[in-house]
T-cell receptor, first 112, second 116 residues
Framework: SQQGEEDPQALSIQEGENATMNCSYKTSINNLQWYRQNSGRGLVHLILIRSNEREKHSGRLRVTLDTSKKSSSLLITASRAADTASYFCATDSGAGSYQLTFGKGTKLSVIP | DTEVTQTPKHLVMGMTNKKSLKCEQHMGHRAMYWYKQKAKKPPELMFVYSYEKLSINESVPSRFSPECPNSSLLNLHLHALQPEDSALYLC???????????????FGEGSRLTVL
């Protein structure tokens, strides 16, 4: 069953703008991860935030986690055309070992 | 080497065929995964192996049969599939966390399966 729900489902922005994607989940988590997937390709891990962390940065990426609201956001600053991809949040609920559940994803289009 | 290699990249099979998907990693990861992804949908977990033992089977039909012959290899044997099984099959690996928390997954590029 799916745990995370991304919002929006699709996002179109101009190159140089910031992109914000949100993820909501239902049960308690050990950690939350964000992945990127270029069309029809494998997924690439972007960032992991643990349940006791509130914010994390990696290059142009900023992730926040609010466990009281069961939500996370991914901010990509100064977007580039190469950022065009689908972005998924994934949660490790600890319900079983190694059970990572993906949300529905946000399809980001960055227009040059 | 941070790659997960999947073969074949594309596979077309009939409903009576038997075929296998293969996955290999040399990162020393002791957890390996099969995910299924339909078009415009998120990946769905099928199987998890940890230390070459099946630890999770997400109620997958028996026409899908996983195998982990050693710590570097993961196979998915396919038999008597249905057209609705057509999808991208993704293999992934990760380190083992003794607290049973899932860390970063490294994915292969996937095997795109078409069942006629």
């Amino acid at each position: 069953s799916q745990q995370g729900e991304e919002d929006p489902q699709a996002l179109s922005i101009q190159e140089g703008e910031n992109a914000t994607m949100n993820c909501s989940y239902k049960t308690s988590i050990n950690n939350l991860q964000w992945y990127r997937q270029n069309s029809g390709r494998g997924l690439v891990h972007l960032i992991l935030i643990r349940s006791n962390e509130r914010e994390k940065h990696s290059g142009r990426l900023r992730v926040t986690l609010d466990t009281s609201k069961k939500s996370s956001s991914l901010l990509i600053t100064a977007s580039r055309a190469a950022d065009t991809a689908s972005y998924f949040c994934a949660t490790d609920s600890g319900a079983g070992s190694y059970q990572l559940t993906f949300g529905k994803g946000t399809k980001l289009s960055v227009i040059p | 080497d941070t790659e997960v290699t999947q073969t074949p990249k594309h596979l077309v099979m009939g409903m009576t065929n038997k075929k296998s998907l293969k996955c290999e990693q040399h990162m020393g990861h002791r957890a390996m995964y099969w995910y299924k992804q339909k078009a415009k949908k998120p990946p769905e977990l099928m199987f998890v192996y940890s230390y070459e033992k099946l630890s999770i089977n997400e109620s997958v039909p028996s026409r899908f049969s996983p195998e982990c012959p050693n710590s570097s290899l993961l196979n998915l044997h396919l038999h008597a599939l249905q057209p609705e099984d057509s999808a991208l099959y993704l293999c992934a690996s990760s380190r083992v966390d003794m607290g049973f928390r899932t860390g970063e997954l490294f994915f292969g590029e996937g095997s795109r399966l078409t069942v006629l």
